[in-house]
């Protein structure tokens, strides 16, 4: 079994910064890519930002120079921390997992965390 917890939501005013962050558990011998993506209200879910276990990146043009995704691989952590945030940004963010698991070996699962809201007003 594998679980992803995501923290570090909330409301902020526009302007404002956030830091999410996950953590994945359980049977893991590797994970390849972890991400955050985000569904706003009435909208598909769409890829914020995405890092592979070597560093690569993946960016989403509305948050490109405002957020920076990293991870610590020996830690199965991922974070996001966002700066410059607007009203569009506003959504559930989730974190997503590509993960090996114990027991299969090459083979590589999705895995979805809760979500987290993001909420940015005045």
């Known amino acids: 079994q594998v679980r992803l917890v995501e923290s570090g939501g909330g409301l902020v005013q526009p302007g404002g910064s956030l830091r999410l962050s996950c953590a994945a558990s359980?049977?893991?011998?590797?994970?390849?890519?972890m991400g955050w993506y985000r569904q706003a209200p009435g909208k598909q879910r769409e890829l914020v930002a995405a890092?592979?276990?070597?560093?690569?990146?993946t960016y989403a043009d509305s948050v490109k120079g405002r957020f920076t995704i990293s991870r610590d691989n020996a830690k199965n952590t991922v974070s996001l921390p966002m700066y410059s945030l607007n009203p569009e940004d506003t959504a559930v963010y989730y974190c997503?997992?590509?993960?090996?698991?114990?027991?299969?070996?090459?083979?590589?699962?999705?895995?979805w965390g809760q979500g987290t809201q993001v909420t940015v007003s005045s």
């Open positions: 890092i592979t276990s070597s560093g690569t990146t």
């Open positions: 359980g049977s893991i011998l590797s994970i390849y890519t």
């Open positions: 997503k997992a590509m993960v090996e698991r114990a027991g299969n070996s090459g083979v590589y699962y999705p895995y």
